[in-house]
């Protein structure tokens, strides 16, 4: 079954550039599904970031959509995420997940999640 | 964006007791609305999709309904294990959206 794996600094200083990778196992990234990024700020909900289909087709939070960047690297099998200018407010637990085939936008399997902390 | 509102904020039940979870969209998203459960810790897991279908490994005590804006997550009589903070999320518009959650704790 498939598994996704989190990795990436855990404290970003402010006006700098989140950078984490989700290393896909068990099943390819080339495969006809969506990858996608959520994030979770300590003791809150739920919010998407985006996602890209293998293809390269992508879609992103209208309210970070200047900010992020997600790329697919298909011959290392990871997907990524990169969010510019940080503040404390992107501080948060993030997971990167696996959107469904088509249309997209059921996420299952779910990273365990990597806590990136914004601060001098 | 579509708003999903959860209610109620925090429910309190025992174990045995049936648990209805509400969610109410903004806008209609037709049957294209999943919920999740997330427990301290760890990373939410798939209940539902599309209103009413149950993912793979998931109890039948869990089933899901609605369509349009109101929707529905029932557990018929909660185990131990059931007491979690429950997502709702949309997948109709881009871009996706999610609940602000319920608490259901153990009374």
């Known amino acids: 079954q498939v598994q996704l794996q989190e990795s990436g600094p855990g404290l970003v200083k402010p006006s700098g550039t989140l950078s984490l990778t989700c290393a896909v196992s068990?099943?390819?990234?080339?495969?006809?599904?969506?990858w996608s990024w959520v994030r979770q700020p300590p003791g809150k909900g739920l919010e998407w970031i985006g996602e890209?289909?293998?293809?390269?087709?992508?879609h992103y939070n209208p309210s970070l959509k200047s900010r992020v960047t997600i790329s697919v690297d298909k011959s290392k099998n990871w997907f990524s995420l990169k969010l510019s200018s940080v503040t404390a407010a992107d501080t948060a637990v993030y997971y990167c997940?696996?959107?469904?085939?088509?249309?997209?936008?059921?996420?299952?399997?779910w990273g365990q999640g990597t806590l990136v902390t914004v601060s001098s | 964006e579509t708003v999903l509102t959860q209610s109620p904020a925090t429910l309190s039940l025992s174990p045995g007791e049936r648990a209805t979870l509400s969610c109410r969209a903004s806008q209609s998203v037709s049957t294209y609305l999943a919920w999740y459960q997330q427990k301290p810790g760890q990373a939410p897991r798939l209940l539902i999709y599309?209103?009413?279908n149950r993912a793979t490994g998931i109890p039948a005590r869990f089933s899901g309904s609605g369509s349009g804006t109101d929707f529905t997550l029932t557990i018929s009589s909660l185990e131990p294990e059931d007491f979690a903070v429950y997502y709702c999320q949309q997948r109709s518009k881009w871009p996706r959206t999610f609940g602000q959650g319920t608490k259901l704790e153990i009374k």
């Open positions: 068990g099943g390819s990234i080339s495969s006809n599904y969506w």
């Open positions: 599309d209103a009413s």
């Open positions: 890209m289909y293998h293809s390269g087709s992508t």
């Open positions: 997940a696996r959107g469904t085939s088509g249309e997209g936008g059921v996420f299952d399997p």
